[in-house]
């Protein structure tokens, strides 16, 4: 039998209908506030979006800070041109340099404030994905050419207070810096070697061991067009012990050629043997990498090598494989605050050292007596993911030990 529905039964229905929409769009109203509020889900979102990609770009602009410091300032680069390269290859936006010699750098869309001493300071902006975009008053960048001109008046210059590195005129005590003094140099008792002054101040600063190819640089060769952009001299060269004066050459430069390489006269560290990076041994599975390798064996990467392994022990945590920290005594430590323009060799450039000394006269039984020199020093270059390469004059050889064993540390410069 077909049951009726009664007027009453569809009242309620009805009833219990409407109340259950109303029910629902009160629901969806309250969802959607607390989504698009001022303080809400979305806009919380966007909030830590920002905040993220705002420490991210400071984050980039305080290394782009230390590479400055660590490299270019090394290499006489000043500050503005530093920041035009970075402007060209899309780095960053724009820039501006205060008179104060602070900087405000434009990136992702944030303007990052960053002071005379190059520390990030502060930061404005909502940020942007697109690289062409970000303004900064007193700058103006365009994309397509990559760039960019500074309105400060002291722009043109050095940046501000963002100076190059000046070198005083020194004694003969003091020939290198606080760390590395001509009297700490061995005895050399060899004539007719060829020295550099690399500091412009008519004292030697290091020995001229090979051409920028690495191959050998000879007392012939005086006066020929391999020296065209260098005077050079008769020189009787001495260290701070009083030794007998030696008779050689001592070569001044024009200009910054860079066509030979120096080897310092002095150990750094007034001849302490140290680590290469004790922590490090096991941890560098990335020494062999083509692209990511933080070292290279090849003539023309010592300096390069030298730049990165600081910036990888200084910066150990933020960096895949994460080296580890410093320990007391490591070479890469000590460097933190080497002299303007030095490094250590890599392990090729050792090799031409070595090969181009013993066409001087260098043999495993003079090459402390007669060329100041101590038995081993670590090179620039890693070997494996738990060695790194050294030179052994005692042996004539250049070879692999573990980065926790201990050798001695001479720098070279490009002159």
Known sequence: MKR???????GVTLVALIITIIVMLIIAGIAITAATGGNGILSRAKNSSSTYNKSKAEEAVALMMREYQFDNVESGKDYKTYLDEKVADKSITSYKINDDGSSEIVKDGFTIGVDKELNVASSTGSGSGSSG?????????????GSSTSES???????????KPTVPKLTEDEVYGSTLKRKNALPITKENLIYADYNNDGYADGIIVADASGNAVTTDKIGTGDFADYSVKEFDYFNASNQAKVKGYLVTRAKASNKFYVLALADYDSSTSHTW?????????????????PTSIEIGTGENNTRLMIQRMAYHDQLVPDYGSATDGDMWQILQTRPTGWFVPSKNEWNAFLTNLKAQGLTTSNYNREFGLNSC???SSQSSSTTAWYVNFNGGCVSNVSVYDTNSVRLCATF
């Open 133 to 145: 975009s970000g303004s900064s008053s007193g700058s103006s960048s365009s994309g397509s050419s």
């Open 153 to 163: 008046s002291n722009a043109s210059g050095t940046g501000g207070s963002v100076e």
């Open 4 to 10: 009726r529905t009664s007027k009453e039964e569809k």
């Open 377 to 379: 020093y670590w090179s």
């Open 277 to 293: 990076y004790k922590n490090a041994s096991g941890k560098m599975t990335d020494y062999n990498s083509s692209s990511n390798s």
